[in-house]
């Protein structure tokens, strides 16, 4: 929300949208108290563009706060907006980390199956995906799940035998959004 992304919901009204709100948190405390005092100030002054916060993205990827600590922030933005709230991390990191999903309202997860440990095909990749999503669903019962961040690179370097390109992102979005579609993902 600092560096003027605080300014991003006069668009989103302007065009009659809704947007999540991030919170960019990491390790420096300082850095940490200034974003949250300007998230909570942003989204309690625009309730009617701000559908939920996003305290954190990636936090536990990077290793920049422990999930207790991190559990505190959420809980702590919640309580001063009253506002759904949410964390966004890659799959994962998620299920390493599941104690989070009690301090939020909702699971935002990035299924990025390209950068996965073990990357995975584009001819294998939209069961994988689905599989993937009903692990999810079943290690987080009863929370609603949101894919904050998914697809496929453009170029770049390959990872051993998958490749990035222009035809394999293309066919993977479109066929994500079968998926999406069929299943309801949010």
Known sequence: VSEGLDQVRAVAREFALELLLGLWIGRDAIH???????????????????????????????????????AALIRRVARTTGMPVTYADVWGFWLKHRSVAGSVSFVTVHILPYWDDVPVGVDDVIPYVDALYGNLERAFPGKRLFIGETGWPSAGRPRGAIEPGRVNQARYLREFTVLAAKRGFE
Do not use: K, S, Y
């Open 32 to 70: 940490n108290e200034r974003e949250i005092e300007l998230g909570v100030r942003t989204a309690n002054a625009h309730r009617a563009t701000i559908r939920a916060l996003v305290v954190g993205n990636e936090v536990l990827l990077r290793r920049e706060q422990t999930a207790a600590e991190l």
